[in-house]
């Protein structure tokens, strides 16, 4: 039978207390070491072996200083058990920063106690261990994100504004807040939004943060700002759910519109005039056998170039400085847009030099070009005429089609060229239908509609120069011929077959390797 621990008065003594105060220490988490009072080990805890790698041997009986490598023997921890633990029988949160063998680096809190042996008199040391280098590295991370955030809102170039979402008091102002208002930071702080017009909301400001913490993100555009000497109009504001707080950017786009503004001009008065060139070159084709018609064209192309060359050049520099400028995604993407037609005006130019006996001014530059993603963007492009026009779009694009070696702006006006063509013999509920297809050497496209035809007597003449049928609209019959005339060039070929009632299906062949050199 087990033997009943001794008990005095219904307490422990002896043999028994040791065992529970044994078992005590050994569940604490923590490494954890007894000293007596000559600060030797009388007892470990099994996570300070686990914790340092040591062994048993080698811990008890050994002067605390000369555990391990001696890493323990530190000057203030000396002091702090030799002197002032013995006065004030404890102390807390003693850091040591160590590389310990095995290990690795570890910042090590140390609490003592010092208590006397119930049973033989004899003061003891309690002194308990906490690896808080996870903590230190985790606080010094949040130290330098804190850093690298404050460095980055204050040279952000936008307002910044931070706001209690509490009370809607502003925490917080960047500098460009600070120019823009002309208040100091101090005197923006403390403030509510309202109090600059930063932005204007139905009900109580609680209601504005229900409806943030909802969205995520909310956008008031066209405000009248209140700075310290003036009115600002034209101001883009933005909320964001910050946790705690909200931020406010605050975007001064007056400048943005004004430029916006002439480059709207500049477009007009470019259409205005390729409209009027278009009109001369109409009057002429009637009179003209081809000869002399690419002649006058090369003549006329190049009065054109010349006349085009500094509005466009204009917009083209406007385009840019906007697209620099703009913050907004869906604005930036029609700008982006835009650019790209202005780089095909460019082109369309130079093509009419081409096609009437010159030269290319320069080598078109090129590159491995996707025509999947050119097929797409030739769609987004038309997306406004199809849309109108009420036509179905359908495509089969072959992922492992290899990149064409070509110029991104001539591929783009071949396939331009063709779906236009394709929409004006098309009526709404009609289809056009756009594939691509990995050939042997190179890649094939098909474009199909489901149009009017092109009777048989007019098939041959459709990549003529000044070919065209439609009488009643603009349009000078160089679509097709430049179509051939790129495809050719890249020792591609283009093939057309059509029926009247059913539609028309046109197929290109382009090689990898891109224009032949003799032709290029």
């Known amino acids: 039978m087990r033997k009943k621990p001794k008990e005095h008065g219904g307490k422990l003594t002896g043999e028994p207390v040791r065992s529970y105060a044994d078992a005590i220490v050994n569940t604490v988490r923590e490494p954890f070491l007894v000293l007596d009072a000559d600060l030797k080990v009388i007892s470990a805890n099994s996570s300070f072996y686990r914790t340092f790698g040591v062994s048993v041997q080698e811990t008890l009986g050994t002067f605390i200083y000369d555990l391990g490598d001696r890493q323990w023997n530190i000057p203030k921890l000396r002091e702090l058990l030799e002197e002032i633990l013995p006065e004030k029988n404890s102390f807390n949160d003693f850091e040591v920063e160590h590389e310990f063998p095995g290990i690795g680096p570890r910042v090590i809190l140390l609490n003592a106690r010092q208590i006397v042996d119930p049973e033989f008199h ?107 000497d003036r009115k600002i109009s034209d101001v883009d504001v933005y909320l964001v759910d910050k946790a ?50 690419l002649a006058a064209m090369g003549r006329m192309g190049a009065g054109i170039a010349h006349q085009l060359n500094s509005p466009l050049g204009g917009s083209l520099l406007l385009v840019d400085a906007l697209i620099d400028l703009c913050g907004d995604r869906q604005q930036k993407e029609i700008l982006v847009n835009l650019r790209h037609s202005l780089d095909n005006m460019h082109d369309i130019i130079e093509g009419m030099l081409s096609l009437a006996g010159g030269v290319w001014p320069g080598k078109p530059r090129t590159l491995q070009v996707d025509i999947n993603g050119i097929v797409r963007r030739v769609i987004e492009v038309a997306a406004g005429e199809i849309k109108a026009h009420g036509i179905v779009v359908e495509t089969d694009l072959d992922p492992s089609l290899q990149a064409v070696l070509a110029n991104i702006g001539e591929i783009d006006q071949i396939l331009l060229n063709i779906v236009h063509n394709a929409m004006d013999s098309m009526q ?93």
Request: charged fraction near 30%; aromatic fraction near 6%.
């Open 244 to 293: 705690s707080l909200i931020q406010c950017n605050v975007r001064d786009v007056t400048e943005r519109k004004k430029m916006l503004k002439q480059l709207l001009a500049y477009s007009e008065n470019l259409k205005f005039m390729v409209d009027e060139r278009t009109r001369e070159l109409d009057l002429t084709r009637g009179d003209l056998v081809t000869a002399s018609k």
């Open 428 to 520: 709404e509920g009609d289809k056009l239908f756009i594939g691509s297809k990995a050939v042997p050497d190179g890649v094939e496209v098909q474009i199909r509609d489901t149009g009017k035809g092109i009777p048989p007597e007019n098939l041959d003449k459709i990549f003529e120069p000044f070919f065209t049928t439609r009488r009643e609209r603009r349009g000078v019959g160089l679509g097709l011929s430049i179509v051939h005339q790129i495809v050719e060039k890249y020792g591609g070929k283009v093939s057309v077959k059509s029926e009247v009632g059913r539609g028309t299906e046109f197929l290109i062949f382009l090689p990898l390797h891109g224009p032949p050199a003799s032709k290029s």
């Open 122 to 228: 004899q003061k003891l040391i309690l002194l308990a261990m906490e690896d808080v280098t996870a903590l230190r590295k985790t606080e010094h991370a949040l130290k330098d994100y804190e850093g690298r955030f404050q460095r980055l809102f204050d040279t952000a170039g936008d307002g910044l504004l931070l706001v209690n979402k509490e009370d809607g008091h502003i925490t917080d102002a960047n500098q460009a807040i600070v120019d823009l208002l002309g208040y100091s930071s101090e005197e923006i702080t403390g403030k509510r939004l309202k109090d600059f017009g930063i932005i204007r909301y139905e009900g109580s400001f609680q209601d504005l943060v229900r409806q943030l913490t909802k969205e995520g993100l909310m956008r008031f555009t066209d405000i009248e700002i209140t700075a310290k």
